[in-house]
Structures are given as C-alpha cells and as structure tokens.
C-alpha cells in the first residue's frame, strides 16, 4: 500500500510540474505576456505619477512614489506575481488567468487616472 501511494505522489508531481506539457507550456507563454504588458503598464504608470507629482496641486497620487525604494520594489513585483503564477496547480490555472487578466485592466484605469489628473492640472 505504501508502495501504491508513493507512486501515486510521484505520478501527480511530475504530472503537475511537467513543462513539456502542452497546457502547461502554453500556460507559462501566458505568464510572459503577463509580465511583459505588466511591466510596461507599471512603468507607465511611475512615468504618468513621477510627472503628476511635479505639480502640487495633485494631491490624489500615492506619496511612496517620492520613495528611492518604492520604483525598485514595484518593478519587482512583476517578476514575484509572475514567480507566484508559475506555481499554481494545473487545475487553477483558469483563475490564475482571470487574476492576471484583472491586474492589467486594474493598471490600466490607474494609467487611465492618473493620466487624468495629469491633464487636467
């Protein structure tokens, strides 16, 4: 029995973490357009804030932007939300898809807003 459950672990392992999988490899591809839009999305969004907040005026933008630490840690967020996707079981991919589909629409309306306050100051 306990040779059975061995190889039942080892099966659903390799099963899981099998990159040559086609699922999986068309998976990780979904990861690197992720990333690839999320970072452009985030350094839109430093340049859009890191213009608004010349004027003093604006007061809605996140103060943490006039932080040295801040760009660099936002930057690596992208690559730990892509590390953190990559690890999802095969059977949550779908809602791992549809989190990542929200994050580029959430930066988008952040763009979309600070872009706004940036124009209309």
């Known amino acids: 029995m306990l040779s059975?459950?061995?190889?039942l672990i080892n099966s659903i392992?390799?099963?899981e973490f099998n990159s040559t999988h086609p699922d999986r490899?068309?998976?990780?591809?979904?990861?690197?357009?992720?990333g690839?839009?999320?970072t452009l999305l985030q350094i839109s969004d430093?340049?859009?804030t890191q213009n608004a907040l010349k004027?003093?005026?604006i007061r809605?933008?996140?103060p943490l932007y006039g932080q040295d630490w801040f760009v660099p840690f936002k930057l690596s967020m992208v690559l730990l939300i892509m590390f953190t996707m990559s690890v999802i079981p095969e059977k949550n991919h779908a809602l791992a898809k549809n989190s990542m589909a929200g994050m580029i629409f959430m930066y988008v309306f952040i763009n979309m807003n600070n872009l706004y306050?940036?124009?209309s100051s």
Do not use: Q, R, T
């Open 4 to 7: 059975f459950n061995k190889k």
């Open 13 to 15: 392992g390799v099963y």
């Open 25 to 34: 490899s068309k998976y990780i591809k979904f990861i690197i357009i992720f």
């Open 36 to 38: 690839a839009i999320f």
């Open 46 to 48: 430093i340049i859009l």
């Open 55 to 57: 004027n003093p005026e």
């Open 60 to 62: 809605e933008l996140n």
């Open 117 to 119: 306050f940036l124009l």
